[in-house]
T-cell receptor, first 116, second 113 residues
């Protein structure tokens, strides 16, 4: 398999602030990264897809100005939740594919965001 | 458009009993199929996958799944459940390598002693 890290693992912030979540591939070059969000007791919903060096492609209903995604390198993608509100509280998970793992997605451990 | 249906949002078994988690998919092209497991407050761990070739695939922790094209199914089984198998299980599909996964709603597996 592949090793994917996310940081932070949990974060609590005040309404109106911005939060940055990092997703890193530790042992392979990830040409494509995906960001999902998961509400309690629910499945994963795709937010956006990003390819290294390109602008992210957002799913319908996901505000690109609110959820800023930067795929800076083949090992790092960041998701910034801008002006967070309580309804943005969720579990955010990244997944990576590429290199020798083109037919499989490997998931990070997730980031629990709580907006007060 | 692709879709995944997991029958049974909650499955309960006794320790040592057979585990059967059902997954049916819809896809207009040959699918890539996956099973992932999620423990509380953690990410998803790949159990097994089907891309091409042998239709019976074996995964980690004693799990296996069989791709049945005629039934559009990819059910997950394990002969003997362990307490540590209690978790959330997701079936997922995509139509080509490198594209986003479409997930089922998940099945919670409970294992009692």
């Amino acid at each position: 398999g592949a090793v994917v890290s996310q940081h932070p693992s949990w974060v609590i912030c005040k309404s109106g602030t911005s939060v940055k979540i990092e997703c890193r591939s530790l042992d392979f070059q990830a040409t494509t990264m995906f960001w999902y969000r998961q509400f309690p007791k629910q499945s994963l919903m795709l937010m956006a897809t990003s390819n290294e060096g390109s602008k992210a492609t957002y799913e319908q209903g996901v505000e690109k100005d609110k959820f800023l995604i930067n795929h800076a390198s083949l090992t790092l993608s960041t998701l910034t939740v801008t002006s967070a509100h309580p309804e943005d509280s969720s579990f955010y998970i990244c997944s990576l594919t590429g290199g020798r793992h083109t037919d499989t997605q490997y998931f990070g451990p997730g980031t629990r965001l709580t907006v007060l | 458009a692709q879709s995944v249906t997991q029958l049974g949002s909650h499955v309960s078994v006794s320790e040592g009993a057979l585990v059967l988690l059902r997954c049916n998919y819809s896809s207009s092209v040959p699918p890539y199929l996956f099973w992932y497991v999620q423990y509380p407050n953690q990410g998803l761990q790949l159990l097994l996958k089907y891309t091409t070739g042998a239709t019976l695939v074996k995964g980690i922790n004693g799990f296996e799944a069989e791709f049945k094209k005629s039934e559009t199914s990819f059910h997950l089984t394990k002969p003997s459940a362990h307490m540590s198998d209690a978790a959330e299980y997701f079936c997922a599909v995509n139509d080509q390598a490198g594209t986003a996964l479409i997930f089922g709603k998940g099945t919670t597996l409970s294992v009692s002693s």
